[in-house]
C-alpha cells in the first residue's frame, strides 16, 4: 500500500481510511442482518449463553483472527444487525482480550491486512455478479469485512510519517520513576490511538525492548497497559454511528479496558516482581500482556452483569430501539408454551416500536420536524430487523413442534407480528408522503390538514385502547375497536368527498386532495391492521 511521504498525505489517508472503516461497518452490518438464519442465531445464542461461555468464544475468534479489534469490529456488526444483545456479548469483550494476546506473542503479521484487498475484490464479484441471493448477501458480507480492514490498514499507514516520533516517545519514557510511569501509561493509550492497533504499539514496545532501548520494567509495563486501553477506540469509532446496543457494546469495551488498566497499574510492582530478572525484557512484555488481559477477564467475569447495567445507564436507548430481541432463546431450550410467551413479550416491543413510529409521523406533520421524520425512517428499519427475527423464532418453534402438540399460537402471533410490521410500513408511507409538504414548499390546505391531524389523532386513540387485547388481558376489546374502526371509515369518506368538492369549486389545488386521499388511506390501513391484530391474539385467548 502507498506510503504517506508527508502530512497532509497523512492526514488525507486516515481521513479515507476512517471513511471505509465506517461505511464497511454499515455494510458488514446489513449483510449480516438480511442473512441471518435460524442456525446462525442459535449458534450464537448458545456460545453467548452465559457470560463464561461467551468469554470462551471471544477467546476463541480473536485468537483466530489475531486481532481484538478484528473480531470487537465483528461484535459491533453483530449488535447492529440486531444479533447479539448487550448481555450477550460483554463474555465476548472480555474473551476478546485474552485472544488478542496470541499477536504479543507470535509477533505475526496481521494478515487480515493481506488479505483484505481480496475480500474487496472476491465480494464485489459476488455481489454484482451472481443471481443467487445467498451468494449476493454472503459478497456483500465479505465486501463490507475487506473494506473494514483497508480502511483499518489505510489508517494505520497514514500515521507512518508519526512512527518515528512514537518509538522516540518510547524511548523517553520507558524510564524508572513513578510520573515516567503514568507518563508511559499515556503515551501507550495515545500512540494506540493514532496507530489503531495495540498489536502494532505492543509489538513495538516488545521490538524496542529486545533491543535494549527500554530498561525500566515497570515503565515498560505501564506502557503495555496503555497500548491495551488505547485500543478501544477502535470500537468506539466503529460503534458511533451504530445502533444502541453497539454503542453500549463500546461502553463496556471502554469501561473493561480503563478498570482493568487501573487494576493492572496497581498491581506493577507485584507483576514486576515476578517477571523481574526471570526472562529477557521482551518476554517479559509478551508474558506480561497474556497474564494481564487473562487476570482482568477472569477478574471482571463475574462482574459482567455489572458491567452491562452501568453501559446501559452510560448509554441509554433514548429514542432508539435495539433490534436485537431480548426475549427470544434460539436455543431450542423451553416448552412450546415457553417459546410462545417469549414471543409474544418481543412482539409487545415491536408494538410499542410502531406506535411510537405512527406517533411521530403524525406529530410531523403537524410541526413540520424533518427531525421526527428521520426518527420514523430510522425506526423502520429496526422494525423490520426485529420482525424478521420474530417470525424466524416462530418458524422454527412451529417446525419443532408434533404434530399432535401443534398449537394455533405460533401462526396467531405470526399474524400479529405480521400486522404490526405493516402498521411500521404505513407510518413510513405517511413521512414519505409528508415531504411533498416539507419547507419551502407550499404547505398542505389547512381545512385539509386539520382533517388529516384528526383521523391520525384517530389512529393513535385506536392503537393506546388496542393495547389491553394486544397483550392478551382484554379479548373483549376486539368489539370496542370495531365501533372506533366504523367511525373512522366513517369519517374518512366524509372528509373525502368534502375535498373534491373543494377542487371541483377551487378551493384547493387537485394534489392536495390527491396526497390527502393518500393520508388517509394509510391511516385507515392501519387502523385495519390494529383491528386484525387484535383478532390474531383474541381467537387464540
Request: with cysteine.
Amino acid at each position: 500500500m502507498i506510503q504517506a511521504t508527508n502530512h497532509w498525505q497523512a492526514v488525507g489517508m486516515l481521513a479515507g481510511g476512517l471513511g471505509l472503516f465506517l461505511y464497511g461497518i454499515g455494510v458488514l452490518a446489513d449483510a449480516l442482518r438480511q442473512s441471518a438464519d435460524t442456525a446462525l442465531r442459535r449458534a450464537l445464542s448458545r456460545g453467548t449463553r452465559s457470560p463464561f461461555h461467551g468469554m470462551l468464544l471471544g477467546t476463541f475468534v480473536t485468537g483466530g483472527l489475531q486481532s481484538s479489534s478484528a473480531s470487537t469490529v465483528l461484535m459491533v456488526g453483530l449488535c447492529n444487525a440486531g444479533l447479539l444483545s448487550l448481555r450477550q456479548s460483554v463474555g465476548l469483550v472480555l474473551g476478546a482480550g485474552i485472544g488478542g494476546t496470541v499477536t504479543a506473542q507470535l509477533l505475526t503479521v496481521n494478515w487480515l491486512a493481506a488479505l483484505a484487498p481480496w475480500c474487496v475484490c472476491a465480494g464485489a464479484f459476488l455481489a454484482l455478479f451472481t443471481r443467487r441471493r445467498a451468494a449476493r448477501l454472503a459478497g456483500t458480507a465479505l465486501l463490507g469485512f475487506g473494506l473494514v480492514f483497508v480502511g483499518f490498514d489505510l489508517m494505520r499507514f497514514g500515521v507512518e510519517p508519526w512512527k518515528p516520533s512514537i518509538s522516540e516517545w518510547f524511548q523517553t519514557l520507558a524510564q524508572p520513576g513513578f510520573p515516567y510511569l503514568l507518563a508511559s501509561l499515556g503515551i501507550g493509550i495515545a500512540a494506540t490511538m493514532v496507530v489503531q492497533s495495540a498489536a502494532v504499539t505492543t509489538g513495538m514496545a516488545i521490538a524496542l525492548a529486545a533491543g535494549g532501548a527500554i530498561t525500566s520494567l515497570p515503565s515498560a509495563l505501564a506502557l503495555m497497559i496503555g497500548c491495551n486501553i488505547g485500543t478501544t477506540v477502535t470500537t468506539v469509532l466503529a460503534a458511533a454511528g451504530g445502533t444502541a446496543a453497539a454503542r453500549q457494546l463500546a461502553a463496556v469495551h471502554v469501561m473493561f479496558r480503563v478498570l482493568g488498566g487501573v487494576v493492572s497499574l496497581l498491581a506493577i510492582p507485584l507483576y514486576a516482581r515476578f517477571l523481574d530478572g526471570a526472562m529477557p525484557m521482551d518476554r517479559a512484555l509478551a508474558n506480561f500482556h497474556t497474564l494481564h488481559n487473562t487476570v482482568n477477564a477472569l477478574l471482571f467475569l463475574p462482574l459482567s452483569g455489572l458491567l452491562a447495567w452501568a453501559a446501559l445507564r452510560l448509554v441509554p436507548q433514548r429514542d432508539d430501539f435495539s433490534p436485537a430481541p431480548l426475549f427470544l432463546d434460539f436455543s431450542r431450550r423451553g416448552t412450546p408454551d415457553e417459546r410462545c410467551r417469549q414471543a409474544h413479550h418481543e412482539i409487545m416491543r415491536l408494538a410499542d416500536l410502531t406506535r411510537s413510529m405512527t406517533s411521530d409521523a403524525i406529530a410531523g406533520m403537524a410541526s413540520r420536524r424533518e427531525r421526527l421524520f428521520e426518527t420514523v425512517l430510522a425506526r423502520e428499519k429496526q422494525v423490520d430487523a426485529l420482525h424478521a427475527t420474530i417470525v424466524q423464532f416462530l418458524l422454527a418453534a412451529d417446525d419443532e413442534e408434533t404434530q399432535q402438540d401443534r398449537t394455533l399460537a405460533p401462526a396467531c402471533l405470526l399474524q400479529l407480528a405480521h400486522n404490526l410490521e405493516r402498521i411500521g410500513d404505513h407510518a413510513e408511507n405517511l413521512v414519505e408522503l409528508a415531504g411533498f409538504y416539507q419547507p419551502p414548499k407550499q404547505p398542505m390546505h389547512p381545512e385539509l390538514q386539520a382533517h388529516v391531524l384528526e383521523a391520525g389523532r384517530m389512529v393513535e386513540a385506536m392503537f393506546a385502547a388496542a393495547a389491553p387485547a394486544l397483550s392478551g388481558s382484554d379479548p373483549n376489546t376486539v368489539n370496542r375497536l370495531s365501533h372506533r374502526r366504523e367511525a373512522l371509515n366513517g369519517f374518512i369518506a366524509g372528509k373525502t368527498d368534502r375535498a373534491r368538492e373543494m377542487v371541483r369549486s377551487g378551493t384547493c389545488r387537485p394534489i392536495d386532495a390527491a396526497l390527502f386521499e393518500d393520508f388517509l388511506a394509510n391511516l385507515q390501513s392501519s387502523a385495519s391492521h390494529i383491528a386484525r391484530a387484535a383478532v390474531a391474539v383474541t381467537n387464540d385467548a
